[in-house]
């Protein structure tokens, strides 16, 4: 299942949903630094070998608006210039995800790798976000098995009072305060579907109209 919410974002393992995607751009340059204009850009993911293809403005800039998540390979091809390739490129739900090549002068077919890129911050984007990954899933313990309280990972996140009134057992689940916010604000989305328990009872014990299991999640 895959999971977004206000507060964290999470993957699953077998069901699809639309908004499993991310965005990868990225400037191509020579290696003076120039900007290189029309190079085809071929993204293509390691785990389903679909490619998607796109090609830089007159400021060597490219845009992939909407990738699904996963790892990719990305081709930079241009003729005069020698390929350059980035490998295991990483993308996570709803990530904004830069990748920069140079790409070197050449008159014969030449291809140079770059590996292991590493993920810069998100200059382009001034949202904030963390991934829960599947290892802290997996290890760390969770009180009631709701996959929710993951999200007392991240900075800025508390109960709110309405989750901490009562017992443990009586605990409103999904009720957080996010950097000062209500709990109201919050919005958790189930694979692509609204997931917002809207009414005022719910039996008093859950944010959500559906909770998964935390064994169903992976990101």
Known sequence: MRILTGLIILTGLTLSAQFDNAVMLGTIRDAKGGSIAGAGIKAQN???GITASARTGD?????FAALRIGS???????PGFSNAVAEDVNLTVNARQRVDLIMQVSSVTET???????PLLESDSSSK????????IVSFPVLGRTYSSFALLSPGVRESNSSNSG??????EGAYNVNGLR??????????????FYGTTNQGFSNQAVQPSPDSVAE
Request: net charge positive; charged share 20%; hydrophobic share 40%.
């Open 46 to 48: 390691k785990q389903t």
């Open 59 to 63: 400021d060597g800039n490219f845009l």
């Open 72 to 78: 990719y390979r990305i081709t930079a091809e241009h």
């Open 112 to 118: 140079v790798s770059v590996t292991a890129v590493t």
């Open 129 to 136: 976000g963390q991934v829960i990954q599947a290892k802290q």
């Open 167 to 172: 017992t443990v057992a009586f605990r409103r």
């Open 183 to 196: 709990s109201v604000f919050n919005n958790f989305v189930l694979d692509g579907v609204d997931n917002n």
